[in-house]
């Protein structure tokens, strides 16, 4: 791990320690842009020899947060979901994610998919950072190849997830 890396993930850990919440979370998204626009942390772990689509890159052994560098080079639609228990905060370094925000309808039951409507639509670009609370439905829209560092509450990868459709 790199000597930026070991500060920003300390300085998060400092910051989630004295407050967890919604708060705290926001003190992380503006120390990630500050991260963004000097590119410290984006040209270390985003350059175009990353190639990955989720590279964990810092998991906290106490608190159980995660720094991961996403690396995306084709258009893609994701369909609206929330992160499970946990909350995300997506910080872009490089191109535009165009991002919609989504109101529960319905909750997902017996199996079914939930049902949600477009409350906005808004763009992340380098250098802007946007905080997901548990529970918020977001999906994220790439017209072109982006990089973003993304910090989950937990690391999702075998957390299930509700499905949700638009109405």
């Not at 040209?43 to 995306?72: M, V, W």
């Not at 997902?108 to 609370?133: F, H, I, M, S």
Request: hydrophobic share 30%.
């Amino acid at each position: 791990m790199t000597e930026t890396m070991d500060r920003f993930a300390a300085q998060c850990r400092t910051i989630l320690k004295e407050d967890s919440g919604p708060k705290g979370r926001e003190k992380v998204k503006s120390l990630l842009e500050d991260l963004l626009n000097k590119g410290d942390l984006a040209e270390l772990h985003l350059g175009p020899d990353n190639k990955s689509p989720r590279t964990l890159l810092y998991q906290d052994p106490d608190l159980g947060f995660c720094i991961l560098a996403h690396a995306h080079d084709e258009a893609k639609d994701s369909d609206p979901h929330d992160h499970g228990p946990s909350w995300a905060i997506y910080g872009q370094a490089a191109g535009t994610t165009e991002m919609i925000d989504w109101r529960k309808v319905q909750e997902p039951k017996d199996g079914q998919p939930g049902r949600c409507e477009e409350v906005r639509r808004y763009a992340l670009t380098p250098g802007t950072a946007y905080v997901y609370n548990e529970g918020d439905l977001h999906s994220p829209k790439r017209s072109g190849p982006t990089r973003l560092i993304r910090l989950e509450g937990m690391n999702m990868e075998t957390v299930k997830r509700d499905k949700y459709l638009p109405v």
